[in-house]
C-alpha cells in the first residue's frame, strides 16, 4: 500500500509539471488562421481573444499540406487607426518554441480597439507576409 501512494505521488508530480511546462500546448484556442500561398499561419492564445495590457500568444506555421516549417525570423506587428491622431502602433516580442514552425510572443496594448495585424517571416522555406485584423477587448 505504501508503495502505491508513492507511485500515485509521483505520478502525480510528473503530471503536475508537465502541465505547468507544457502550458501553451494545452487547448489554446484559434484567433484567426491566414492561408497564404506557401504557409499558414495560426494565431492562438489560452482565451483565444486580446485584451488591452500584456497578452501571451503563440504563431504556428504549417505547410499547406499540415507540416510545421521553420519560418525563421518571424515578426508581427500591430496598428490601429485613431481618429485625428497618429495610428497606434504595438509590437510583439517573439522567439521560437522547441516545436518547429511554433514561436511564443508577447504583446501589449494600451486600449481596446481593432488592430491591424502585419505577420512576417523570412527562413529556410520561404519568405511572405500576411495581414488580418484583430478585435482588442
Ligand atoms: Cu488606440
Known amino acids: 500500500m505504501k508503495q502505491l501512494i508513492v507511485v500515485v505521488a509521483v505520478v502525480e508530480v510528473l503530471v503536475g509539471s508537465g502541465r505547468g ?11 484567426q488562421t491566414q492561408k497564404t500561398k506557401d504557409a499558414l499561419v495560426a494565431l492562438k492564445s489560452e482565451t483565444g481573444q486580446w485584451k488591452p495590457g500584456k497578452n501571451a500568444f503563440v504563431l504556428e506555421f504549417t505547410s499547406p499540406s499540415g507540416q510545421p516549417i ?7 506587428s500591430t496598428s490601429m487607426a485613431m481618429p485625428g491622431m497618429a ?3 504595438a509590437g510583439a516580442t517573439l522567439s521560437s518554441d522547441k516545436a518547429p514552425g511554433r514561436y511564443l510572443g508577447t504583446i501589449d496594448f ?3 480597439g481593432t488592430r ?3 505577420v512576417s517571416w523570412d527562413g529556410p522555406a520561404g519568405k511572405g507576409s500576411t495581414k488580418f485584423s484583430v478585435p482588442v477587448r
Not at 70 to 76: E, F, I, M, R, S
Open 21 to 31: 511546462r507544457t502550458a501553451w500546448t494545452a487547448e489554446l484556442k484559434v484567433m
Open 70 to 76: 521553420d519560418a525563421g525570423k518571424v515578426t508581427l
Open 87 to 89: 495610428p497606434m502602433v
Open 110 to 112: 494600451p486600449d481596446s
Open 116 to 118: 491591424q495585424v502585419t
